[in-house]
Protein backbone atom coordinates (compact mmCIF):
# COMPACT_ATOMS: atom_id res chain seq x y z
CA UNK A 1 0.00 0.00 0.00
CA UNK A 2 2.74 2.05 1.12
CA UNK A 3 4.62 1.77 -2.56
CA UNK A 4 1.58 2.39 -4.34
CA UNK A 5 1.12 5.64 -2.46
CA UNK A 6 4.63 6.31 -2.80
CA UNK A 7 4.39 5.73 -6.58
CA UNK A 8 1.41 8.06 -7.21
CA UNK A 9 3.59 11.00 -5.44
CA UNK A 10 5.79 10.72 -7.44
CA UNK A 11 4.06 10.82 -10.80
CA UNK A 12 1.35 13.47 -9.60
CA UNK A 13 4.55 16.02 -8.09
CA UNK A 14 5.84 16.54 -11.32
CA UNK A 15 2.60 17.45 -12.91
CA UNK A 16 1.60 19.64 -10.37
CA UNK A 17 4.99 21.58 -10.78
CA UNK A 18 4.66 21.51 -14.75
CA UNK A 19 0.96 22.82 -14.21
CA UNK A 20 1.94 25.51 -12.11
CA UNK A 21 5.52 26.66 -14.24
CA UNK A 22 3.22 26.48 -17.13
CA UNK A 23 0.25 28.70 -15.71
CA UNK A 24 0.44 32.57 -16.75
CA UNK A 25 1.75 34.69 -14.44
CA UNK A 26 -1.11 37.47 -13.84
CA UNK A 27 -0.83 40.72 -14.96
CA UNK A 28 0.45 43.94 -13.15
CA UNK A 29 -2.54 46.33 -12.74
CA UNK A 30 -1.71 50.37 -13.48
CA UNK A 31 -3.16 51.32 -10.66
CA UNK A 32 -1.34 54.98 -10.85
CA UNK A 33 0.60 57.18 -13.32
CA UNK A 34 2.93 60.10 -12.52
CA UNK A 35 3.67 62.74 -15.10
CA UNK A 36 5.80 65.71 -14.88
CA UNK A 37 6.38 67.85 -18.03
CA UNK A 38 7.97 71.31 -19.24
CA UNK A 39 5.16 73.91 -18.82
CA UNK A 40 1.52 72.47 -18.53
CA UNK A 41 1.07 76.67 -20.15
CA UNK A 42 1.76 74.83 -23.35
CA UNK A 43 -1.51 73.43 -25.11
CA UNK A 44 0.80 70.46 -26.75
CA UNK A 45 1.72 69.42 -23.02
CA UNK A 46 -2.04 69.14 -21.58
CA UNK A 47 -3.26 67.64 -24.81
CA UNK A 48 -0.11 65.01 -24.05
CA UNK A 49 -1.52 65.18 -20.21
CA UNK A 50 -4.56 63.91 -21.67
CA UNK A 51 -3.79 61.56 -23.78
CA UNK A 52 -1.67 59.58 -20.86
CA UNK A 53 -4.77 59.68 -19.25
CA UNK A 54 -7.10 58.37 -21.49
CA UNK A 55 -4.92 55.35 -21.99
CA UNK A 56 -4.43 54.81 -18.61
CA UNK A 57 -8.14 54.75 -17.99
CA UNK A 58 -8.91 52.72 -20.88
CA UNK A 59 -6.19 49.68 -19.40
CA UNK A 60 -7.84 50.29 -15.87
CA UNK A 61 -10.99 52.55 -15.39
CA UNK A 62 -9.47 52.91 -11.71
CA UNK A 63 -6.62 54.12 -12.56
CA UNK A 64 -5.20 57.30 -10.73
CA UNK A 65 -3.78 60.18 -13.33
CA UNK A 66 -1.60 63.05 -11.92
CA UNK A 67 -0.20 65.55 -14.34
CA UNK A 68 2.51 68.25 -12.52
CA UNK A 69 4.53 70.97 -14.42
CA UNK A 70 7.76 71.15 -14.13
CA UNK A 71 8.22 75.00 -15.59
CA UNK A 72 11.88 73.50 -16.64
CA UNK A 73 13.17 73.62 -13.36
CA UNK A 74 15.16 70.60 -12.92
CA UNK A 75 15.10 70.79 -9.41
CA UNK A 76 11.31 71.13 -8.81
CA UNK A 77 11.22 67.88 -11.14
CA UNK A 78 13.14 66.01 -8.81
CA UNK A 79 10.83 66.81 -6.32
CA UNK A 80 7.88 66.00 -8.23
CA UNK A 81 9.47 62.70 -9.21
CA UNK A 82 10.23 61.76 -5.60
CA UNK A 83 6.56 62.53 -4.55
CA UNK A 84 5.81 60.44 -7.18
CA UNK A 85 7.96 57.39 -5.48
CA UNK A 86 6.65 58.28 -2.47
CA UNK A 87 2.80 57.86 -3.93
CA UNK A 88 4.12 54.14 -5.13
CA UNK A 89 2.69 55.01 -8.66
CA UNK A 90 3.84 52.08 -10.89
CA UNK A 91 4.26 54.43 -14.35
CA UNK A 92 6.33 57.99 -15.02
CA UNK A 93 5.74 59.31 -18.35
CA UNK A 94 8.50 61.74 -17.93
CA UNK A 95 9.49 64.71 -19.91
CA UNK A 96 12.70 66.23 -18.93
CA UNK A 97 14.03 69.49 -17.88
CA UNK A 98 17.55 68.09 -18.53
CA UNK A 99 18.05 64.86 -20.19
CA UNK A 100 21.88 63.81 -18.46
CA UNK A 101 20.96 65.58 -14.80
CA UNK A 102 17.89 63.63 -14.30
CA UNK A 103 18.93 60.21 -14.34
CA UNK A 104 19.48 59.87 -10.61
CA UNK A 105 15.65 60.39 -9.94
CA UNK A 106 15.04 58.09 -13.01
CA UNK A 107 17.13 55.54 -11.36
CA UNK A 108 15.93 56.36 -7.95
CA UNK A 109 11.88 55.46 -9.53
CA UNK A 110 13.23 52.12 -11.08
CA UNK A 111 15.25 50.77 -8.09
CA UNK A 112 11.42 51.74 -6.10
CA UNK A 113 9.85 49.12 -9.13
CA UNK A 114 8.60 52.17 -11.33
CA UNK A 115 9.05 51.87 -14.91
CA UNK A 116 9.57 55.55 -16.18
CA UNK A 117 9.18 56.10 -20.01
CA UNK A 118 10.50 59.64 -21.70
CA UNK A 119 7.60 61.44 -23.98
CA UNK A 120 8.67 64.04 -26.36
CA UNK A 121 12.20 64.41 -25.01
CA UNK A 122 14.95 61.69 -24.22
CA UNK A 123 15.81 60.93 -21.12
CA UNK A 124 19.44 58.99 -19.93
CA UNK A 125 18.33 55.34 -18.29
CA UNK A 126 14.74 54.93 -19.03
CA UNK A 127 12.67 52.60 -20.02
CA UNK A 128 11.47 53.67 -23.14
CA UNK A 129 11.43 56.83 -25.15
CA UNK A 130 8.37 57.93 -27.28
CA UNK A 131 8.62 61.42 -29.28
CA UNK A 132 8.60 62.58 -32.81
CA UNK A 133 11.59 62.49 -35.31
CA UNK A 134 12.17 66.00 -34.58
CA UNK A 135 15.11 66.39 -36.87
CA UNK A 136 12.64 65.77 -39.04
CA UNK A 137 10.00 67.75 -38.14
CA UNK A 138 13.41 71.21 -37.64
CA UNK A 139 14.52 70.28 -41.02
CA UNK A 140 10.63 70.09 -42.90
CA UNK A 141 9.97 73.71 -41.37
CA UNK A 142 13.35 74.90 -42.69
CA UNK A 143 13.49 73.44 -45.85
CA UNK A 144 9.72 75.37 -46.54
CA UNK A 145 10.84 78.75 -45.30
CA UNK A 146 14.57 78.20 -47.49
CA UNK A 147 12.20 77.58 -50.11
CA UNK A 148 9.86 80.65 -49.52
CA UNK A 149 12.83 83.12 -49.77
CA UNK A 150 14.27 81.40 -53.18
CA UNK A 151 16.85 80.23 -50.77
CA UNK A 152 18.30 83.55 -49.88
CA UNK A 153 17.83 86.21 -47.16
CA UNK A 154 18.78 87.01 -44.03
CA UNK A 155 17.29 84.60 -41.41
CA UNK A 156 17.07 83.37 -37.13
CA UNK A 157 16.71 80.58 -35.40
CA UNK A 158 14.51 81.14 -31.78
CA UNK A 159 16.38 78.71 -29.80
CA UNK A 160 14.36 77.48 -26.67
CA UNK A 161 15.21 75.00 -23.31
CA UNK A 162 17.92 72.86 -23.82
CA UNK A 163 16.01 69.42 -23.90
CA UNK A 164 16.65 66.60 -26.75
CA UNK A 165 13.45 67.75 -29.09
CA UNK A 166 14.75 71.15 -29.40
CA UNK A 167 18.34 70.77 -29.92
CA UNK A 168 17.46 68.21 -32.79
CA UNK A 169 14.83 70.28 -34.64
CA UNK A 170 17.53 73.22 -34.37
CA UNK A 171 20.14 70.47 -35.81
CA UNK A 172 17.86 69.43 -38.27
CA UNK A 173 17.38 73.24 -38.93
CA UNK A 174 20.85 74.06 -39.52
CA UNK A 175 21.60 71.19 -41.62
CA UNK A 176 19.04 72.67 -44.29
CA UNK A 177 20.55 76.65 -43.90
CA UNK A 178 23.95 74.96 -44.69
CA UNK A 179 22.66 73.22 -48.27
CA UNK A 180 21.38 76.88 -49.27
CA UNK A 181 24.79 79.78 -49.30
CA UNK A 182 22.43 82.25 -49.77
CA UNK A 183 21.11 81.83 -46.03
CA UNK A 184 22.94 84.04 -43.35
CA UNK A 185 21.79 82.99 -39.74
CA UNK A 186 21.82 86.17 -37.97
CA UNK A 187 21.24 84.41 -34.40
CA UNK A 188 20.55 80.75 -33.25
CA UNK A 189 21.24 80.73 -29.31
CA UNK A 190 18.38 82.90 -28.04
CA UNK A 191 16.07 80.77 -25.81
CA UNK A 192 12.11 81.71 -26.12
CA UNK A 193 11.50 79.92 -23.40
CA UNK A 194 9.10 77.48 -25.07
CA UNK A 195 6.35 80.08 -24.43
CA UNK A 196 4.34 82.94 -26.40
CA UNK A 197 5.82 84.96 -23.91
CA UNK A 198 9.39 84.25 -24.25
CA UNK A 199 8.59 83.98 -27.99
CA UNK A 200 7.33 87.51 -27.86
CA UNK A 201 10.17 89.41 -25.91
CA UNK A 202 13.37 87.27 -27.88
CA UNK A 203 11.60 88.66 -31.44
CA UNK A 204 11.07 92.43 -30.32
CA UNK A 205 14.85 92.18 -29.46
CA UNK A 206 15.54 90.32 -33.03
CA UNK A 207 13.46 94.08 -34.84
CA UNK A 208 15.41 96.12 -32.42
CA UNK A 209 18.90 94.59 -33.68
CA UNK A 210 18.23 93.50 -36.89
CA UNK A 211 17.10 95.75 -39.76
CA UNK A 212 16.50 93.66 -42.53
CA UNK A 213 14.88 90.04 -41.53
CA UNK A 214 13.48 87.26 -44.05
CA UNK A 215 12.47 84.52 -42.01
CA UNK A 216 12.17 82.93 -38.51
CA UNK A 217 12.73 79.42 -37.26
CA UNK A 218 11.05 78.93 -33.73
CA UNK A 219 11.01 75.22 -32.37
CA UNK A 220 7.37 75.29 -30.76
CA UNK A 221 4.48 77.15 -32.00
CA UNK A 222 3.91 79.33 -28.87
CA UNK A 223 7.32 81.15 -29.80
CA UNK A 224 6.14 81.32 -33.22
CA UNK A 225 2.40 83.07 -31.85
CA UNK A 226 4.58 85.40 -29.75
CA UNK A 227 6.79 86.30 -32.74
CA UNK A 228 4.03 86.88 -34.94
CA UNK A 229 2.66 89.60 -32.77
CA UNK A 230 6.16 91.37 -32.00
CA UNK A 231 6.29 91.90 -35.55
CA UNK A 232 2.52 93.21 -35.95
CA UNK A 233 3.04 95.72 -32.74
CA UNK A 234 6.36 96.76 -34.49
CA UNK A 235 4.66 96.69 -37.87
CA UNK A 236 7.45 94.43 -39.47
CA UNK A 237 6.04 92.69 -42.30
CA UNK A 238 7.83 90.14 -45.12
CA UNK A 239 8.93 88.09 -42.35
CA UNK A 240 8.28 84.08 -43.08
CA UNK A 241 7.84 82.33 -39.89
CA UNK A 242 7.98 78.67 -39.39
CA UNK A 243 7.77 76.68 -36.60
CA UNK A 244 7.00 73.12 -35.00
CA UNK A 245 4.17 71.53 -33.32
CA UNK A 246 0.49 71.73 -35.67
CA UNK A 247 -0.75 73.12 -32.68
CA UNK A 248 -4.75 74.48 -32.52
CA UNK A 249 -4.21 78.05 -32.49
CA UNK A 250 -1.30 77.51 -35.84
CA UNK A 251 -4.60 75.81 -37.32
CA UNK A 252 -6.02 79.61 -36.73
CA UNK A 253 -3.03 81.39 -37.60
CA UNK A 254 -2.30 79.45 -41.06
CA UNK A 255 -6.15 80.26 -41.80
CA UNK A 256 -5.58 84.16 -40.88
CA UNK A 257 -3.56 87.07 -41.73
CA UNK A 258 -0.53 85.90 -40.50
CA UNK A 259 3.66 85.74 -40.83
CA UNK A 260 3.59 82.79 -39.55
CA UNK A 261 3.41 80.12 -42.88
CA UNK A 262 3.96 76.41 -41.66
CA UNK A 263 4.66 74.41 -38.86
CA UNK A 264 5.85 70.94 -38.49
CA UNK A 265 3.09 68.97 -36.97
CA UNK A 266 3.38 66.64 -33.76
CA UNK A 267 0.87 64.40 -32.06
CA UNK A 268 1.06 64.53 -28.59
CA UNK A 269 -2.06 62.58 -27.89
CA UNK A 270 -0.69 59.69 -29.82
CA UNK A 271 2.94 59.88 -28.49
CA UNK A 272 1.10 59.86 -25.00
CA UNK A 273 -1.02 56.99 -25.63
CA UNK A 274 2.04 54.99 -27.25
CA UNK A 275 3.93 55.65 -23.93
CA UNK A 276 1.34 54.36 -21.77
CA UNK A 277 0.75 50.92 -23.93
CA UNK A 278 4.69 50.80 -23.78
CA UNK A 279 5.00 51.17 -20.14
CA UNK A 280 2.13 48.92 -19.20
CA UNK A 281 3.70 45.95 -21.66
CA UNK A 282 7.35 46.55 -19.74
CA UNK A 283 5.45 46.78 -16.14
CA UNK A 284 4.56 43.41 -17.25
CA UNK A 285 7.90 42.26 -18.71
CA UNK A 286 6.77 43.13 -22.44
CA UNK A 287 9.96 45.52 -23.70
CA UNK A 288 9.49 47.08 -27.09
CA UNK A 289 11.61 45.41 -29.99
CA UNK A 290 13.69 49.31 -30.01
CA UNK A 291 13.65 51.28 -26.77
CA UNK A 292 13.12 54.66 -28.74
CA UNK A 293 10.08 54.87 -30.35
CA UNK A 294 9.99 57.96 -32.98
CA UNK A 295 6.59 59.04 -34.47
CA UNK A 296 6.53 60.94 -38.23
CA UNK A 297 6.12 64.73 -38.28
CA UNK A 298 4.02 66.37 -41.31
CA UNK A 299 4.08 69.71 -42.92
CA UNK A 300 1.37 72.24 -42.22
CA UNK A 301 0.85 74.99 -44.47
CA UNK A 302 -1.59 77.67 -45.53
CA UNK A 303 -2.17 75.53 -48.54
CA UNK A 304 -3.01 72.30 -46.33
CA UNK A 305 -4.29 73.41 -43.30
CA UNK A 306 -8.11 73.42 -44.46
CA UNK A 307 -7.42 69.39 -44.91
CA UNK A 308 -5.36 68.79 -41.89
CA UNK A 309 -7.26 67.08 -39.23
CA UNK A 310 -5.27 68.09 -36.34
CA UNK A 311 -3.68 66.43 -33.18
CA UNK A 312 -5.82 63.24 -32.26
CA UNK A 313 -7.54 64.44 -29.48
CA UNK A 314 -9.39 66.75 -32.08
CA UNK A 315 -10.82 63.85 -34.59
Not at 282 to 295: F, T
Amino acid sequence: MMKKIALAASVLLPLTLALTLSAPAQARELKSVGITVGSLGNPYFVTLANGAKAKALQINPGAKVTAVSADYDLSKQFTQIDNFISAGVDLILLNATDPVAIEPAIKKAQKAGIVVVAVDVGAKGVDATVQTDNEMAGRLACKYLVDKLGGKGNVIIQNGPQVTAVIDRVKGCKTVFAAAPGIKILSDDQDGKGSREGGLNAMQGYLTRFPKIDGLFTINDPQAIGSDLAAKQLKRKGIVITSVDGAPDIEAALKSDTSIQASSSQDPWAQAQDAVAIGYDILNGKRPAKPVVLLTPTLITHDNVATYKGWSSQR
